[in-house]
């Protein structure tokens, strides 16, 4: 009995944890073109992994749980703003409406850069958040569909989604949801909208880098899209929270297995 009692809490915990870790899946890395490149201008992405899904109320009451210091009555205010998790009840219970399955919002990117470390992981870079997320159901690039384009700019233009469930959009090409359709997310370089081609990798002329400023060209679809989530990103600072605003990890490969 005492050793059948020991395998079932074993088991039991194993479950546990699993649950609260998020799968990720291996990107297989390329090339790609950012927001007002052009074709002498490629990017380098190298192969790492993502998360399938954004961090979750449930992964992030745990992580709050254990580590106190990011509880909503104890994070130092220069860490996170006076929004953060405004909505839960108290530091380790959500607010009545919020489902343990939604995305994490309300969180600084301080908050969130300390969750991915934690997992032994880290913030996706703009480029890598933006490389997975060209790709439809079918496609790794799928930015030139004009059905595509129209499904992203049809989400920005409605109330935010962030109390779904996550899995509640689409699986794309490299079986990651919820990229578009749920909550804008943080990346380790959210602010990095005017950079040098030395703070990037592989860029090969930096006199055609982006900018901001270049949003009177977005004439199409895809890039007004992208623009739209460049200027988000352009806005914000590390202690900023917003209750649409969200997080995924990635993890660089390394030759390692998951």
């Known amino acids: 009995m005492t050793v059948l009692r020991w395998i079932f809490c074993v088991l039991f915990l194993w479950m546990n944890n699993a649950n609260c870790q998020s799968k990720m899946v291996a990107i297989k890395g390329g090339t790609y073109i950012p927001l007002y490149g052009r074709d002498s201008l490629k990017v380098a992405i190298a192969d790492f992994y993502m998360d399938v899904y954004p961090v979750t109320n449930q992964q992030f009451v745990k992580f709050v749980a254990q580590n106190p210091k990011w509880k909503r009555s ?7 703003d006076g929004n953060y998790l405004m909505d839960w009840k108290s530091d380790t219970v959500l607010g009545e409406q ?6 994490i919002t309300s969180v600084s990117w301080f908050a ?3 969750y991915c470390e934690c997992q032994g992981k880290r913030l996706p870079t703009i480029d890598e958040w933006e490389y ?5 159901a079918d496609l790794p690039d799928a930015r030139q569909l004009k059905t595509y384009n129209e499904y992203i700019l049809g989400w920005y233009e409605k109330p935010r ?4 469930d996550i899995g509640s959009t689409f699986k794309n090409y490299w079986e990651v949801y919820d990229l ?4 804008w997310e943080w990346t380790s370089d ?6 040098s081609g030395e703070s990037r990798k592989d860029v090969d002329n930096d006199s055609n880098l982006f900018c901001g400023s270049a949003a009177i060209g977005a004439t199409d ?4 899209a992208a623009f739209m989530r460049y200027a988000i990103r352009g806005s914000l600072k590390a202690k900023y929270t917003m209750k649409n605003l969200g997080f995924r990890c990635a993890k660089d490969k390394k030759n390692e297995t998951l």
């Open 74 to 80: 104890k994070v130092i205010a220069l860490f996170a």
């Open 98 to 103: 919020q489902s343990l399955k939604a995305p």
């Open 112 to 114: 969130a850069n300390a």
């Open 132 to 136: 997975v997320a060209m790709a439809n």
């Open 161 to 164: 989604t962030f109390n779904n």
């Open 180 to 183: 578009h359709g749920l909550v």
């Open 190 to 195: 959210f602010n990095s909208v005017l950079v």
């Open 221 to 224: 679809l895809m890039n007004y």
